[in-house]
């Protein structure tokens, strides 16, 4: 049974940095596309970034310049960092794994950007 478990949430003042982790399990980690998405305060869930199996990484306009998506195929994880956080990047951060139609997704981790 797939499991995504992420860390590294907490409170961050703005113009400061993150970084998530998410560690994978009952997966083949290294076919799965792996993205992170977020769902801020009475906001839909959207889309952060996205690395594919060949590690080619896309980014949300929102994000683009301030996040960096990268994989550990040998260790199973995905890291997201960003910088120079904004109050509007306030949200709860998930991992997703998503491979040939077939999605898992982690419990989310909540990231406070506080000004």
């Known amino acids: 049974q797939a499991q995504l478990v992420e860390s590294g949430g907490g409170l961050v003042q703005a113009g400061g940095s993150l970084r998530l982790s998410c560690e994978a399990s009952?997966?083949?980690?290294?076919?799965?596309?792996m993205s992170w998405y977020r769902q801020g305060p009475g906001k839909q869930r959207e889309l952060v970034a996205t690395?594919?199996?060949?590690?080619?990484?896309d980014y949300a306009d929102s994000v683009k310049g301030r996040a960096t998506i990268s994989r550990d195929n040998a260790k199973n994880t995905v890291e997201l960092r960003m910088n120079s956080l904004k109050p509007e990047d306030t949200a709860v951060y998930y991992c997703?794994?998503?491979?040939?139609?077939?999605?898992?997704w982690g419990q989310g981790t909540q990231v406070t950007v506080v000004s």
């Open positions: 690395i594919s199996t060949d590690g080619i990484a």
């Open positions: 009952g997966i083949v980690f290294a076919f799965n596309t």
């Open positions: 997703s794994a998503l491979r040939s139609g077939h999605s898992a």
